[in-house]
Structures are given as structure tokens and as C-alpha cells.
């Protein structure tokens, strides 16, 4: 089978206009083309008076070696890569060692769970917070109803921070064994629509992801795994073998239980700050990590449809329109648009008591009024946040409470018109844009909310964008706080062996640890650390 890569057919092609294109392409005759399926659809859209629809394709020829012979020199004529997963690992017959321990059941830890469960080691999958529909309720009372749950939320609960997000499975991480299609071919088995796997840009949403994440839960526990909800990890045994090296030994939950503990893998999220430090105190290994701090900016989905599709805009292959944008400041700050939500929502993110967060969500539609997006500013710990590998989480809770406290303490978010932001001045109205943060904002001034390097970049920041898409600056826009917990701030160091680079037995993973960012890189890690735990216990067991 061949792979031939970017095909380009106008928009509006009829279906047989594919199968001439691959002929020409090759230049075979309609007997030589036996069958072909799409690979990869993506748009271009450059152009707005002719949008390009570009196409990877597998085709099953009569004559390959003579074809790709005839075009070895094309970088866009090749074999079909090997996409399929091959277990690296698996339990001996009446495998009796010790349970693989997952802590956190988001992407990461739902995957190393899935691939420790497929290699029968029967795991044991913990999670502070509830079963995802349960969770779900618990949010909406958050977003409805101003009651904060501390334990189930956005950020704790089955499916992780990804569950309440516009569902993205891209990344720009390097796969060279296509373990992104491991995700993906999993997540179609689990409900997800087959689209996934070949639109260039692919998302799922909220909705299909709750019924996606209740399926795979089913699937481990049909394979021996064990979930446990409502399990908070308080504390950690470690102990020093003779050689000195350190080693988890145990585990104390919230409720004073303690279990002894083989490997444990930890895959807790961006947000388990209570475990960060408790993790800092027994000297695990962790040191600060960049991430970044701004809004959410939301503009009507029309507006960025038409500016970035023109004419074309609403055209059912096209969908509603994404945009990433960045910029280099004076000051010597990047601002950049993070976690795009075409059609979405902003929604409150906070985990923790009398604090505002912000992120985006999207259902599978993408059909809601607005766009919106976080504009966020790069900070680093070096410059901005010197000290303890903690200081940036007290640099994130800083911020969230003045958030809070702007907003008016009720856990509405405090929100500002664009213009009234690059001008300078509070905002004591907003204009022809609704804000779709719930429950509800409060229109304030948001330089009171925000470091003010970060201020003065998105403010010069937000000028430059509306030049590269026409209206981006439109005085309207709506921009709602705080974007905080873009990444985690802290990275637990791990080795080659995917273990604590101190700490021998725990498996730092995904995104919480440093390692992810997203929820096809999350689950990505999540492959990675089950196959390190896998040929560890492997190795245990041949002596």
C-alpha cells in the first residue's frame, strides 16, 4: 500500500473527483487503482477565494513497486507507514507480583490504566474525585449555582481536566511509533466518531467524551483492573533500600487507609497542588516549570468564520473556524492564543475555595455563539517566580484570588470590553458580545487581576492580532479571568527508566508531572509510562 501525500481538490469536488486525482497523480490507468481510503483530510485556507481541501490517501495498487519506483525521488509518494500498536510487554501466566498502581484517572492515567489492563497486570486506578457523570453534576453546580465542590470539579473526577474542554486530539509531539493512533483507534472503539481519525484537527467534546470515558472504564474492568473513586492520596511511604537507593513503598489515603504499593504511576493533573507539596516535603525530586497567565477572549464564531474562510464561511467541510496566534513584544514577552475553542464556552475552572479560573469548552458541534480562546503571556521561574519549586503555584493562587475577590466573591469571573482593556480604563458595561461564563461576570478592570508585564504585552499584543485577522481587536470582544493553569507549573523529574529521577517506584506522568500538555499528549505519556511499569514487573519476574 502507498501513502500519497498533499492531494489538493477544490471545496466543493464531487467524490469521483478523488479517485482522478489519485490516477493523474500517479499516472495510472483506472485498472491499476484497486482501492484507496483517506488518510488525513486538512484545509487550506490561505486563499479565501479557493479554499483547498488537502487530502493523504492510501491506495491499494496492481503495480506498487513499479509506482514507487517510478517516484522515489517524491517526497509525497511513500510506503504506508506501520501505524499498529504492538504490546511491549505482558504478564506471565498466573502473574501474581504486585498490582500496577495508577493515581488519576484523566487522559494519562485512563490510558496507562487501558495499556497496563490490555497487558493483564490488572491495575488499580484511583481518583480523588467521582465517576464522571456524578462529577459532571457536581461542575454544573459550580457553573449554575455558585457551590464549589473542592474534590469534584473541572480539574478532579473521572476523565480528567480533558473531559470539560473542546476534546482536541492533536499535539505537535514527536511520534515516531505512532502511539497518537493508539489513542485515537481506542477512543473510536470507546464511541467516538471515526472522523477522528483522519481530519487533521480532530475534537470530540464534553458529552461524547463522558459516555467515551464511562466505556473504557468498563473495558479495564472487564480485564481485571479496579477503579476506586473518591480517593485521595494524603500521604506516601518512602523507604531506603541497602544500596541507599530511596523507594515508594506505601500509600495513605484521605481517610487513613494505607496500602502497601508496588509501582505507582502519577498522573494527578495540572491542579493536584496539595499533592505537589507533599510530594515536595518527602524531597521528591521537582523543580519549577514555565507556563503561562492571561484571559479567555471570546468574539462571535461569525466574525472569525468570515474572516478566516470569507465567502466560504458555514460551508459544512469547513466546520467553525480556528486560529492560532502569537507575538513577539517589546517588553520581551510572548503572547499567544492557547486551548482555541471554536463554537464553545468559557467556563469556571477553579478547584479550590475562593479563587477564579478560566478555560474553554466546545461540544462536538461546535455550535454556540462564540469563539474563544486563552491570550496568554510565557512566564518563566527564573524571572518571575524565583525560589522553591512551588513558587509558582503560589504565583497562580495570587492571581486567582484577586480574581476572585474582583469578580465580586461569588465565583463570578471578573471580564473587561477589549477596548476598554488597550485603553486602559475599567470596564463598567459590556457591549454587542454576551460573555458566556457561568455563573455570570462582573465587568471590572482586569489590569487589577494580571502581572503587569502581562498587561502591557497583551495590551500591544491585542492590536497586532486584530492585523492578521480583521476585527480580533474589535472593541467588544469580551475577555473574562484569569487563564492560569495553562501547564503545571512544577515538573517531577523522572530518568531514562520513566522513574523518579530520586524516588525509585513512582512514575511522574502526563501533564501534572510536567510531561504533557493536552489530551493526546497526556495519553500519549500515559502509553509510555504503562510500557516502562510493563517490562519492569517483567523484568521483577525473571529474576
Known amino acids: ?56 490517501i492510501d491506495v491499494t495498487l496492481k503495480n506498487e513497486a513499479q509506482v514507487l519506483a517510478r517516484f522515489k525521488r517524491d517526497r509525497h509518494v511513500n510506503p504506508t507507514p506501520d501505524t499498529g500498536y504492538r504490546f511491549v510487554a505482558k504478564a506471565p501466566a498466573n502473574y501474581d507480583g504486585p498490582r500496577p498502581i495508577v493515581v488519576g484517572a484523566g487522559p494519562c492515567g485512563l490510558f496507562a490504566g487501558l495499556l497496563l489492563a490490555q497487558m493483564e497486570f490488572r491495575p488499580i486506578i484511583l481518583d480523588r474525585g467521582k465517576v464522571v457523570r456524578e462529577r459532571t453534576k457536581d461542575t454544573w453546580g459550580l457553573w449554575r449555582r455558585s457551590e464549589l465542590n473542592p474534590e469534584s470539579n473541572v480539574q478532579f473526577g473521572e476523565g480528567g481536566a480533558g473531559t470539560f474542554s473542546d476534546g482536541k486530539l492533536w499535539s505537535q509531539i514527536k511520534d515516531p511509533r505512532h502511539l497518537g493512533r493508539k489513542v485515537l ?16 484537527h480532530p475534537h470530540i467534546g464534553t458529552f461524547r467524551l463522558v459516555t467515551m470515558v464511562e466505556s473504557m472504564r468498563e473495558t479495564v474492568e472487564k480485564l481485571g483492573g479496579e477503579y476506586r473513586f473518591g480517593t485521595r492520596v494524603e500521604d506516601v511511604d518512602i523507604t531506603e533500600d541497602a544500596d541507599g537507593t530511596r523507594r515508594l513503598t506505601g500509600l495513605t489515603f484521605h481517610t487513613g487507609e494505607r496500602i502497601e504499593a508496588g509501582p505507582v504511576v502519577l498522573a494527578v493533573g495540572h491542579s493536584a497542588r496539595d499533592t505537589f507539596a507533599m510530594l515536595h516535603r518527602h524531597d521528591v525530586h521537582m523543580e519549577a516549570k514555565p507556563f503561562s497567565i492571561g484571559v479567555r477572549i471570546e468574539h462571535p464564531q461569525s466574525w472569525i468564520d468570515e474572516a478566516r474562510f470569507g465567502p466560504c464561511a458555514g460551508h459544512p467541510d469547513l466546520g467553525a473556524a480556528a486560529y492560532s496566534l502569537s507575538h513577539h513584544c517589546k517588553n520581551g514577552r510572548t503572547v499567544y492564543s492557547f486551548c482555541m475553542c471554536p463554537g464553545g464556552t468559557v467556563v469556571a475552572a477553579t478547584s479550590e475555595v475562593g479563587r477564579v479560573a478560566t478555560n474553554g469548552m466546545s461540544q462536538y458541534s461546535r455550535n454556540e455563539r462564540n469563539a474563544n480562546s486563552g491570550i496568554v503571556v510565557g512566564i518563566d521561574p527564573a524571572r518571575d517566580y524565583p525560589g522553591d519549586p512551588l513558587a509558582g503555584i503560589a504565583l497562580q493562587r495570587h492571581w486567582e484570588e484577586r480574581a476572585f475577590a474582583a469578580g465580586g466573591g461569588d465565583y463570578r469571573a471578573p471580564a473587561q470590553r477589549l477596548g476598554d482593556f488597550v485603553a486602559g480604563r ?34 500591544e499584543a491585542l492590536v497586532a492580532f486584530g492585523q492578521q485577522i480583521p476585527g480580533y481587536d474589535h472593541p467588544d470582544a469580551v475577555m473574562t479571568g484569569v487563564e492560569t493553569r495553562t501547564s503545571s507549573p512544577v515538573r517531577i523529574t523522572r530518568g531514562d527508566d520513566f522513574q523518579s529521577v530520586n524516588t525509585a517506584g513512582l512514575y511522574p506522568a502526563g501533564e501534572g508531572a510536567g510531561y504533557a500538555g493536552g489530551i493526546l499528549s497526556a495519553a500519549v505519556d500515559g502509553i509510555k509510562i504503562a510500557e516502562a511499569v510493563a517490562v519492569q514487573l517483567t523484568k521483577d519476574c525473571s529474576g
Do not use: W
Open 426 to 459: 475599567a470596564s463598567t458595561a459590556l457591549g454587542s458580545v454576551i460573555p458566556s461564563y457561568k455563573p455570570g461576570v462582573t465587568p471590572t478592570d482586569l489590569a487589577e487581576c494580571l502581572p503587569d508585564f502581562a498587561v502591557t504585552a497583551m495590551r
Open 1 to 56: 500500500m502507498l501513502r500519497i501525500t498533499e492531494l489538493k481538490l477544490p471545496l466543493n469536488h464531487p467524490e469521483e473527483a478523488l479517485a482522478a486525482a489519485i490516477r493523474n497523480r500517479l499516472r495510472i490507468t483506472p485498472r491499476d487503482l484497486i482501492r484507496y481510503t483517506i488518510a488525513r483530510r486538512a484545509n487550506d485556507a490561505r486563499d479565501k477565494m479557493d479554499i483547498q481541501l488537502v487530502y493523504s
Open 185 to 200: 483507534t481506542e477512543f473510536v472503539k470507546a464511541g467516538a466518531p471515526p472522523e477522528i481519525l483522519t481530519e487533521a
